[in-house]
Nanobody
Framework: QVQLVESGGGLVQAGGSLKLSCAAS????????MGWFRQAPEKEREFVAA????????YYADSVGGRFAISRSNANYSVYLQMNSLQVEDTAVYYC????????????????????WGQGTQVTVSS
């Protein structure tokens, strides 16, 4: 079991930055690939970014590549999402998630591959 708690959301103007944090507790955090997803009103949950358990390899959705950066600190049992050059279209609830499999060799982008989820943190970007 892995428990996840997100923080750092808020209201920001377009072009601004925010850094989201996800604090994990439970077993073997450093054995899990970790991801960030987001869900806007009346839209499906979508993949944002993921980071591997093994060597910190990262992968991003095309819509955020070059603007967002995911990182993790296994020592601190935490995952982060640095969001720069925010756009109104980035407005959503952001969720941290842990892969359903430990030691998975590849990063996955589908929500169904992640078993553990946080409660979400709201990010609102104003124009």
């Amino acid at each position: 079991q892995v428990q996840l708690v997100e923080s750092g959301g808020g209201l920001v103007q377009a072009g601004g930055s925010l850094k989201l944090s996800c604090a994990a507790s439970g077993r073997s955090f450093d054995d899990y690939n970790m991801g960030w997803f987001r869900q806007a009103p009346e839209k499906e949950r979508e993949f944002v970014a993921a980071v591997s358990w093994s060597d910190g390899t990262t992968y991003y959705a095309d819509s955020v590549g070059g603007r967002f950066a995911i990182s993790r600190s296994n020592a601190n049992y935490s995952v982060y999402l640095q969001m720069n050059s925010l756009q109104v279209e980035d407005t959503a609830v952001y969720y941290c998630a842990a892969d359903q499999l430990v030691l998975r060799r590849v990063l996955t982008t589908t929500p169904g591959a992640y078993e553990y989820w946080g409660q979400g943190t709201q990010v609102t970007v104003s124009s």
